[in-house]
């Protein structure tokens, strides 16, 4: 099949508005497992183990079906599945109903690289790498830890904040909005937008639709400004970019498609890690006070946040029937990559539901595996590190409150959406 044919036979259908329907509450999670249930987004690390246990490769029929391994060598054996499980529909619901039908080309650049199979993702994962480099990032350590201590200074002296709405989920949209070269006002729009993406569209796909329509709307407008007017920004460096590879065919299409994932990819894992670590540190004494007292244990406190709180699951379509280990996984079906509940596998890990905030043997799978695996960890763990650093500094006693009832994100990205936090007015600064 060439990359320019529509939707082929390996695709669910796409107007069937029956798959969006919630389905009653789960009686077994091996065979009717749903993503959406309140219990699994709450507390999925149980469901994992119980699942693991019974059957390695989940089932189930909702959502218009699919595949959920739970053990960290099914679910890195999958990842290395390359072309057999394709990303080019990386979200477990299909496209909304009345969405436009894509071509396969398409449908692979519309948030290239994590969209793309090779060979297009091999060239376009080339053009974001030196972005994101170690040594690149480092160039907006001082913005983020400037945004960290402006952020605390607009809420310190009433004693109480929404960790999630008023410090995680500030950072990392604003860092993306000044590495692109965007207004950093749009920074909430982006918050908005990601949640009509990942978050509140995937119940809605009416939502879904009008978001990505507004989102590239607006990436689409930054883009074609930048193609007779660059600037010092990534934005222009993508669309000016010579790369050295016989594939590279650079489009204005193919940026705007970067940008997205950019910004879906950018904003909720990044908000959703360092809004589990808050609360997690918020609900455990012993794990506060030993990382106020010894600031030197956060880079590998940072590994162990990412572990037992993995934010993202994203899913692969197989493109041909598969025997993974006697499970017949058929041409068209969905697969979950389950990195979350792979971090909580007893063959890997040892004792893997204790969170251990110095673990020493920590080869975590939270940034993915194989070729897809996270390009943009390095700015990850700077932005993660720095909010910590800089909360734990300012605020070193806090706890979660219950002034209002926590709400936490599930589905494909999971994390800390509304945290109510207290804390003694007057702490160090
Ligand atoms: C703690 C925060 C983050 C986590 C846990 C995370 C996790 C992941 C995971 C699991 C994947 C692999 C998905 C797959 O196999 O389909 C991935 C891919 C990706 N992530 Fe992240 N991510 C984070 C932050 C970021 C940030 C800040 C950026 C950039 C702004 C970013 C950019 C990307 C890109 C470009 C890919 C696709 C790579 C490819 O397909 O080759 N991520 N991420």
Redesign the pocket.
């Given at each position: 099949m060439s990359e320019q044919d529509t939707y082929g036979s390996a695709d669910v259908p796409t107007h069937d508005a029956s798959i969006w329907a919630a389905g009653g509450p789960v009686t077994d999670w091996t065979t009717d497992y749903d993503i959406r249930d309140q219990e699994y987004i709450e507390n999925p690390v149980p469901i994992w183990a119980d699942m693991r246990a019974k059957c390695p490769v989940a089932h189930t029929e909702r959502l218009g079906g699919s595949w959920n391994p739970t053990s960290f060598d099914a679910v890195r054996e999958m990842?290395k599945m390359v072309p057999e499980l394709s990303?080019r529909q990386?979200l477990v619901m299909p496209p909304p109903p009345g969405a436009a039908e894509m071509s396969r080309y398409e449908q692979q650049i519309a948030a290239a690289?994590?969209t793309a199979d090779p060979p297009i993702?091999t060239w376009t994962?080339r053009m974001?790498l030196p972005a994101?480099s170690p040594k690149t990032v480092t160039q907006y350590e001082d913005y983020t830890e400037q945004l960290c201590h402006s952020l605390i200074d607009g809420f310190i002296e009433t004693g109480q904040c929404d960790g999630a709405e008023q410090y995680a989920q500030q950072i990392?949209p604003r860092v993306?909005a000044h590495m692109l070269g965007v207004d950093e006002g749009m920074a909430d729009q982006f918050v908005i937008w990601v949640n009509g993406v990942l978050g509140e569209g995937l119940h809605d796909p009416e939502l879904r639709m009008k978001t990505r329509d507004e989102l590239l709307g607006f990436i689409n407008s930054e883009v074609r400004a930048r193609i007779t007017d660059p600037r010092e920004d990534l934005l222009s460096e993508l669309l000016h970019m010579e790369l050295d590879h016989p594939d590279a065919d650079i489009t204005p299409e193919v940026v705007v498609g970067i940008t997205n994932?950019?910004i879906v990819?950018?904003i909720d894992?990044?908000w959703s890690?360092i809004g589990s670590a808050l609360w997690h540190l918020g609900t455990n004494p012993s794990d506060r006070q030993r990382l106020a007292n010894d600031p030197e244990v956060l880079p590998i406190a940072v590994e162990e946040f990412?572990r037992f709180y993995?934010?993202?699951t994203?899913a692969r379509i197989a493109e041909q029937d598969i025997d993974f280990h006697g499970v017949s996984i058929q041409r068209g079906d969905k697969i979950l990559?389950n990195?979350p509940a792979a971090c909580h596998d007893p063959e890997q890990f040892e004792d893997p539901d204790t969170f251990i905030i110095d673990r020493e043997r920590n080869r975590h799978v939270?940034?993915?595996s194989g070729?897809?695996?996270?390009?943009?960890?390095n700015?990850?763990r700077l932005e993660?590190t720095i909010a910590l650093r800089v909360w734990m500094e300012r605020i070193p006693e806090f706890e979660i409150s219950d002034r209002e009832p926590m709400k936490w994100a599930g589905g494909q990205v999971r994390g800390p959406r509304v945290m109510p936090m207290s804390f003694p007015v007057g702490q160090r600064r």
């Open positions: 990842a990303s990386i690289p994590i993702h994962r974001l994101f990392p993306i994932l950019l990819a950018g894992t990044t890690s990412l993995a934010p993202v994203m990559m990195f939270a940034f993915g070729i897809h695996r996270c390009a943009g960890s700015l990850a993660m």
